[in-house]
């Protein structure tokens, strides 16, 4: 099994993790369900702890699908960038849901409904993060994924330029 490989398979845990469980935590917060919300919550964890081990496995695997072809520098490193970013993000999400799972049984109720919409807040910009990350991410080996745009064999965008009097709506 090669780190590229590990990548793939652990990758869709935090994208999914994020997702489902800010969708539970706002579940239980419309509907007042404590035990939804704790789900939610450890999703929430989930999504921070699956993080770490994707990310690190993302250098070992870049070293895999750069000698591809059709494999895009361009795009590993927008993925790159962008997981770091989530990274970050998902980990302060899983932060912000300790502190609401542990503030429910040691903290005031207002000082723990904060720290829930905190977590719900955190989460919801993990899993877009995520979200976009595993897009880009797809788009380094699936060329049907990708955006409409032309690639020149150095991996620089291409770009169309119009003149003004090109209109397309006559």
Known sequence: MTYAHLHLMLN??????????????????????????????????????????????????????????GVSEQLIEAHESAAMFALIIGIIAGVAAIVAFASARFASKSFNTVAVYAALIAG???????????????????????QAQTLSPAGEKKTETRRSGDDDDH
Do not use: C
Not at 31 to 58: H, M
């Open 12 to 69: 869709h845990l935090p994208l999914f993790a994020g997702l489902f469980g800010t969708l539970i935590l706002a579940w239980g917060l419309l509907r007042k369900f404590e035990n939804i919300q704790f789900v939610g919550l450890i999703l929430i964890i989930l999504n921070a702890l699956a993080s770490v081990p994707v990310y690190l496995t993302g250098e070992p695997a870049e070293d895999v699908v750069e000698k591809l072809p």
């Open 124 to 146: 919801l910009v993990s899993a877009v993060s995520m979200g976009y990350t595993a897009n880009l991410g797809g788009q380094v080996r699936h060329s049907e994924i990708r």
